[in-house]
Antibody, heavy 120, light 104 residues
Framework: EVQLVESGGGLVQPGGSLRLSCAAS????????MSWVRQAPGKGLEWVAN????????YYVDSVKGRFTISRDNAKNSLYLQMNSLRAEDTAVYYC?????????????WGQGTLVTVSS | EIVLTQSPGTLSLSPGERATLSCRAS???????LAWYQQKPGQAPRLLIY???SRATGIPDRFSGSGSGTDFTLTISRLEPEDFAVYYC?????FGGGTKVEIK
């Protein structure tokens, strides 16, 4: 059974940093692109970042470029999101999602999400 | 940058009725990369449809997708109580704003 379990969310002050983790199991982690997708309270879904299977390619939404870094450790079946210079508008539930190239780069499995709150 | 516009914003229907949700792209997109998701309150999104018309694993056949170019549709043939939720379309890194299907 595919499982994605996020952790690391919490309350942080504006300008602060947080590192999110996503533990993957039930599939060959190193064979898939992985993504972070966020959802602000009461709002829609927003893709945040993607990383290729070997970590050689990374893509970000413009609003987080230069502040967030996506990474992965295939030996540990883990995905990460380092978030620096956090802003109030980064407040959201952050989901880890598996990208399925064979179904048109859809997000076929999602974690339960971890809440990040940026507030003083 | 492609923008996906979903309509209507809210659809008020009764169980057993047919739901038709629209997703319009700001420019032509490949149907191979158009997906639909369902999200219930407090839950993660769930993949329903990929490639515009292929159902994901375990998705009931009352859910169907169609369309090409700039216009795509998600149809729920007969609404079940568990289908009342928010639905999003997605193409690559872009999501639509969502359509809420609520009980009338």
């Amino acid at each position: 059974e595919v499982q994605l379990v996020e952790s690391g969310g919490g309350l942080v002050q504006p300008g602060g940093s947080l590192r999110l983790s996503c533990a993957a199991s039930g599939f060959t982690f190193s064979s898939y692109w992985m993504s972070w997708v966020r959802q602000a309270p009461g709002k829609g879904l927003e893709w945040v970042a993607n990383i290729k299977q070997d970590g050689s390619e990374k893509y970000y939404v413009d609003s987080v470029k230069g502040r967030f870094t996506i990474s992965r450790d295939n030996a540990k079946n883990s995905l990460y999101l380092q978030m620096n210079s956090l802003r109030a508008e980064d407040t959201a539930v952050y989901y880890c999602a598996r990208v399925d190239e064979w179904s048109g780069y859809s997000f076929d499995y999602w974690g339960q999400g971890t809440l990040v709150t940026v507030s003083s | 940058e492609i923008v996906l516009t979903q309509s209507p914003g809210t659809l008020s229907l009764s169980p057993g009725e047919r739901a038709t949700l629209s997703c319009r792209a700001s420019q032509s997109v490949s149907s191979s990369y158009l997906a639909w998701y369902q999200q219930k309150p407090g839950q993660a999104p769930r993949l329903l449809i990929y490639g515009a018309s292929s159902r994901a694993t375990g998705i009931p056949d009352r859910f169907s997708g169609s369309g090409s170019g700039t216009d795509f549709t998600l149809t729920i043939s007969r609404l079940e109580p568990e289908d009342f939720a928010v639905y999003y379309c997605q193409q690559y890194f872009t999501f639509g704003g969502g359509t809420k299907v609520e009980i009338k």
